[in-house]
């Protein structure tokens, strides 16, 4: 996808359809400044007269033009409240533009934005546009023998802004670009079935994906390393399985050697049956997305191969299968991980922290600067907030704030919850250093976080907890029905941050 600026709306006959963005509470004037001609024009005054037009975000109307502009096409687009105007809501009108512009067959179209817009920076303004055309124009059709939509690709998209702003915004536009096909990457890995990606499988893809890039080496530990490395939390998870475990674990190295690495962390389980604590069936299938961390850190390591920010980065992904069967881990099982914590299981479905504790041990020894960890790793984020946010916890007021700032930009959102001395105290076992999950009820996200804290050994560490986020069972905005790849977004910000 090509994205061009221009500083006024080419309405001869060359340009098709023009999606022109307006607000609730509009005015007839505030029209004026497109340059809608004469024909056109008076079908969206008469349209508003009749208070046909709301403004409302996500709301179109379009207007066919005649006589000489026979053809051509304005579809209005809401942005919603005036006051409310934040590069998300551009991000998510792109996104309902790309989706229709794709059901018209359009290849070129033309994208212009009331004057407040220009109050926006610049480069987030041309990024949100393209990201998110791309992030709501995203299918996962591999297994369809019959694709719909996919004949007319958006080939370019023209951004009509003042001559000032143009190269902040196409700059941001590209990036927007890079971005949205990363998060493609998170998608498609964690849409795939568990059945075409096994921990090995992964390994394969993040092998190919990385190639020969220069600047990047790739680690695999399979279970026969891992058994050496002692991390016995990680064979635990995956001994249940044929499907055998792997850390798979890529450098990247875009700064002097003397610089401390950071590191990105993101639990692989590549489908979580619960194990023998197996869970019930309604739904299972969501767990084929059990991944969504891992795959958010491989997204990260796209746009990072594509952008080559100036830092050194460690991607690291604990990958298993949790299965049921004469080999799975019991509960009461006690097994040590590679730091030599002895952890008694109480619930094999908490698989995701103990993978993640190996995960981990191993990151730690490799003496990064800061770790940011992403998984799917609890119901009780989910219970506490929706939809709406991923959970962030962490060791470290900096980081949360950089994630907080970050978040305000990708509309990737997060919300802080606490972890707390107490939430150790419901992990105390009578047999081991450490339960691997509480069995009450009470602060599930916390109490799996703060396992998670026993294993960074005070490095400053983020948590985010994404089972909250993962997927989306409605089309809306740019998000399509499905895995969303959430936490790519920040991550990649935080990496260029
Ligand atoms: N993968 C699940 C968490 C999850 C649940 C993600 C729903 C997305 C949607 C995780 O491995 C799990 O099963 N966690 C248990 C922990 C419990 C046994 C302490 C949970 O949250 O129920
Ligand atoms: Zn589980
Ligand atoms: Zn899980």
């Not at 881990?329 to 730091?339: H, K, L, S």
């Not at 089972?467 to 990496?495: F, H, V, W």
Request: proline content about 4%; some cysteine.
């Amino acid at each position: 996808m090509v994205i061009k600026t221009a500083v006024t709306i080419d309405w001869s006959t060359k340009t098709k359809v023009v999606y022109l963005g307006y607000f609730e509470g509009f005015k007839s004037v505030d029209f004026n400044s497109y340059g809608i001609p004469k024909p056109f024009l008076d079908a969206v005054l008469a349209s508003a007269k009749d208070k046909e037009l709301s403004g409302k975000s996500g709301n179109q109307s379009v207007f066919v033009g005649q006589g000489k502009h026979l053809g051509q096409r304005i579809v209005l687009v809401g942005l919603g409240k005036k006051d409310a105007l934040t590069v998300d809501v551009l991000r998510k009108l792109a996104g309902e533009i790309g989706r229709n512009a794709n059901a018209s067959k359009l290849s070129d179209i033309t994208i212009a934005m009331p004057k407040e817009v220009g109050e926006l920076d610049s480069s987030w303004v041309g990024q949100s546009l393209s990201e998110g055309i791309g992030l709501g124009t995203y299918k996962f059709d591999q297994y369809l023998s019959k694709k719909e939509g996919k004949e007319t690709p958006l080939k370019s998209v023209t951004i009509v802004a003042e001559k000032a702003a143009q190269t902040a915004i196409k700059k941001g536009a590209e990036k927007g670009v890079v971005v949205s096909q990363s998060v493609a990457v998170a998608r498609d890995l964690a849409n795939t079935p568990a059945n075409d990606l096994t921990p090995k499988l992964f390994v394969d893809y993040v092998t190919k994906l990385v190639g020969k890039a220069k600047g990047f080496k790739v680690t695999i530990i399979d279970a026969k390393k891992a058994k050496q490395l002692k991390m016995g939390a990680l064979l635990g998870v995956g001994q249940g399985s044929i499907n055998p475990p792997y850390l798979l674990i890529v450098e990247y190295s875009g700064a002097a050697n003397t610089e401390k690495p950071i590191a990105l962390v993101g639990k692989g389980v590549t489908f979580d049956t619960g194990g023998i604590s197996i869970k019930p069936s309604t739904g299972m299938g969501e767990m084929k997305g059990d991944m969504g961390g891992a795959a958010a850190v491989v997204g990260a390591l796209n746009a990072t191969m594509n952008l080559r920010p100036k830092k050194n980065i460690l991607f690291v992904t604990p990958l298993a299968e949790n299965m049921p069967s004469a080999t799975a881990q019991r509960p009461g099982d006690i097994v040590r991980a590679m730091n030599g914590k002895s952890i008694e299981i109480t619930n094999t479905d908490a698989e995701g922290r103990l993978i993640l504790a190996d995960a981990l041990c191993y990151t730690v020894k490799q003496k990064p600067k800061e770790i940011v960890d992403l998984a799917t790793l609890t119901g009780a984020c989910v219970i506490a907030l929706g939809n709406s946010a991923s959970a962030i916890l962490s060791n470290n007021e900096g980081l949360v704030a950089t994630f907080k700032g970050i978040a305000e930009q990708t509309g990737d959102r997060v919300w802080q919850l606490p972890l707390y001395d107490d939430h150790l105290e419901l992990l105390k076992s009578n047999v081991a250093d450490l339960l691997n999950a509480y069995e009450g009820r009470l602060a599930g996200t916390s109490t799996a976080a703060k396992f998670l804290e026993q294993f960074v050994d005070g490095t400053p560490w983020l948590h985010m907890d994404i089972a909250s986020t993962m997927s989306s069972n409605t089309t809306k905005g740019y998000t399509p029905k499905g895995m969303t790849g959430s936490g790519t977004r920040n991550l990649i910000e935080y990496i260029l941050s």
